[in-house]
DNA sequence: GCCCTGACTAAGCGCTTGCTCAGCATGGTG
DNA sequence: CACCATGCTGAGCAAGCGCTTAGTCAGGGC
């Protein structure tokens, strides 16, 4: 790991090669608070504390407290659908994609958990049109795990009663290890990511 | 369903009988305020005057705003922990019993919501001494989920890689569940537990 | 040398927060 | 009848909140 997650954020915001570092710093104070205390019980000083400013300079960098959620709200979500569907798309049959799409989905919700106990809950702090992006970033994920397991379905590799219930769990399993899941944690991200593809794989019905 | 679940954890609490309606108005009121907007962003004033009180009125019946969050974590943790060991300890096999405390586990979870979100998302700003009580029922519970399926592992019903890691997957999909259902999900708590049995059946390799 | 610009700070404003306190009504008891 | 415990309210305090404002200062263009 050479990189951490806020890092691999950064590069995909907006106009993220001519802000200031300072901008960049406090993303990542406010990911880290976020994710400790919540939303609600991070103070503004908190952030700017944590990146080495007063709390005055937080407003020149962003419009407020939520501006920063939204940020971290928006681009941790479409770098978890990105992650979806690259590993849908890619090579193999259903199952081995499948296979893929989770070992990739619960390591990045070990590695990054800062920004994906953000990303899964702190949705009900974001601004009304954050919010509703947001949303369909989630709907858009939910629907290519929905596909990935009606096409395993359709190719006879899987066997489900329910697939949105199916969808549902798998996409439960890996969330919530943002949750759970720390530094002290006996097991990689990766090997963790290799055991919930095993028992995802098991969960469909897989015959591969 | 005859009963909220908040009056299901009432009866539990020390003295139930003898306190004043006023104070099970504002546990309830308490517990939907923190299930939906978080405990730091809900006011006293908030839950007093969704009990029908003035502010001032909360104070007699509770310590703090902390001590009802206390109260209501540790009441719905103690709630889970004698539900998960009622399933276990019950009649059959490791794989039958598994698929009770799974269906149970996971209606648990939908049926109670509300206390489910405070209860599973909210420990972080229990006090310290309540924050301790609670973690020591979180890890029975685990404790509890481990045993079943070494137990089963043992009697040839069940075949896992790591029990600890199928131990969480199986926690992991019920607790998170209390994050996503919501009235308007298309399957009743009961439904989504029967089928959440059988998936989990599955993870775990359930020759049943 | 001069001024402008962008990044920043010290101070603090207006408001909300958790919580307190003096006092009021009510209903059971002697 | 007086008395008092219980449950409650209205008013408000101290602290902390998100955010603003006036002003400082280093560095680059002319």
């Known amino acids: 790991m050479t990189s ?28 880290e608070s976020f994710a400790e205390r919540g939303f ?19 407003y020149i960098h962003y419009e407020s407290k939520a501006a920063l959620l939204a940020e971290i ?17 890619g090579d193999g049959g259903p199952a081995e994609r499948m296979r893929r799409l989770v070992e990739q989905f ?8 800062t920004v994906g106990r953000v990303v899964n809950y702190e949705l009900h702090a974001l601004p009304e049109d954050a919010y509703t992006q947001v949303a369909a970033l ?15 379905v359709a190719a006879g590799e899987f066997e489900v009663s329910e697939v949105r219930t199916a969808a549902r769990a798998v996409t439960s399993l890996g969330i ?16 963790l990511g290799r055991r919930y593809g095993e028992l995802v794989l098991r969960m469909l019905g897989s015959r591969v």
Chains 1, 2 share one sequence.
């Not at 951490?4 to 990911?31: K, N």
């Not at 629907?143 to 096409?151: D, G, K, M, Q």
């Open 4 to 31: 951490t997650p806020i890092a691999d954020l950064w590069p995909t915001l907006p106009g993220a090669d001519t802000r200031p570092e300072a901008a960049y710093r406090l993303l990542q104070a406010a990911v």
């Open 40 to 58: 609600h019980a991070t103070t503004t000083r908190d952030i700017a504390t944590a990146a080495g400013m007063s709390p005055a300079a937080l």
């Open 73 to 89: 709200s928006r681009a941790g979500h479409a770098a978890t659908l990105a992650l979806v569907r690259e590993a849908a798309a």
């Open 106 to 113: 619960t390591a990045w919700h070990a590695r990054a958990r």
């Open 138 to 152: 989630r709907l858009d994920i939910e629907r290519e795990v929905s596909a990935l397991i009606e096409e395993g």
């Open 176 to 191: 919530d290890v943002s949750r759970w899941y720390t530094e002290r944690s006996s097991e990689t991200p990766g090997e």
